[in-house]
């Protein structure tokens, strides 16, 4: 197997990095107090099943400590749902393109693949997936699209399947709506979020599952023995604690986003409608691959998938608007495209 291939994380800092939808703001200075004090402690393990946060996770959603387990990252409850819910062989679900790891991680425990293409405008047909699914994994918003679904549609999906249906919800923070709702009425809903992207803490790791208290107790069976550090508990209750910080960024965020899909349409590009902190541009009017290669020589990283669907397109994350000026400057440069941006220059 070819094994998940992450986003480029150089080494230096001069680059723009525009390619893993990180938050180009940092996180709450409270964050940083409490990691800091955190590491008197260190000599000790954490607590194995970060109770402290559970319960501050399960207070802001209005649920309880049993409906919550918390991982490194979401990508560590998104593994620990494949290890409890897939057996070799067993078909596990996806509309495509959409995040590529589901696909590495049912590789890995010898499930069946299925991945069903979103149609042009990346709307989704739910009856096209199968009743026999044993998992369903859902990007809402979707990565790399950055389109959304409606709950209604995903609570079908829930209904008609045998397995579990996972919302991973990585990027709802910069989305109008959230499938929250679906925890209500469906026991086999799985919602996943995370503290990488609108509370800036992708290096610290931290991520929750909300469901149902029988599944949530099936996977807390699969999971590594102390599966979140100290800091990243101590961090994450600070973060979770200060949720008018990411509130604010979130917005700054979804501002920039209007000014960067202005700039690239004023390129000639088509911007998929994005309710993430990315967007997905068509590039028509010169090859993707050369520009995301020519972007790099300059310093700014973007995301290009060279697999079907997305050979003419590059996702590019929502930095700061000095960072998207520069970016839509250089595009325009590359393209040999005579704009108003350009000409600022
Ligand atoms: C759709 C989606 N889910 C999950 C993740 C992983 O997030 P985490 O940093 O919490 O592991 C990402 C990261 O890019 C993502 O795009």
Sequence with gaps: ?????????????????????????????????????????????PDPMANRLRDRVAEIHGLARENVLVGNGSD????????????????????????????????????????????????FNGELVPAKAKIVFVANPNSPSGTLLDEDLLSRVATRIAGVLVVDEAYV?????????????????????????????????????????????????????YNVSRCAIAGGMAALGDIDWMRENARTIIASRRRLTWGLEELGCFVFPSESNFVLARITNYPAEQIYRQLKRRNILVRYYDIPR????????????????????????????????GSQK
């Design 1 to 45: 197997m070819q094994g998940y291939v992450p986003g480029e994380q150089p080494a230096g800092t001069d680059y723009i990095k525009l390619n893993t939808n990180e938050n180009p703001y940092p996180p709450s200075p409270k964050v940083r107090e409490a990691v800091i004090e955190e590491i008197e402690r260190i000599r000790l393990y």
């Design 76 to 123: 560590d409850l998104l593994t620990m749902v494949m290890r409890t819910f897939a057996d070799q062989g067993d078909p596990v679900v996806s509309p495509t393109p959409t995040y590529t790891l589901y696909h590495t991680l049912c590789e890995i425990q010898g499930a069946n693949y299925l991945g069903i293409p979103y149609r042009d405008d990346y709307s």
């Design 173 to 225: 923070d910069f989305s109008r709506k959230n499938c929250l709702g679906l925890l209500k009425s469906k026991k086999n809903a799985i919602i996943l979020r995370t503290l990488s992207k609108s509370f800036s803490l992708a290096g610290l790791r931290v991520g929750y599952a909300l469901a149902d208290a029988g599944v949530i107790e099936q996977l807390a069976k699969v999971k590594d023995s």
């Design 310 to 341: 997305l050979r003419d397109c590059l996702r590019i994350s929502v930095g700061t608007d000095a960072e998207i000026k520069r970016l839509v400057i250089e595009m325009a440069e590359i393209i040999g495209w005579r704009t108003k941006v």
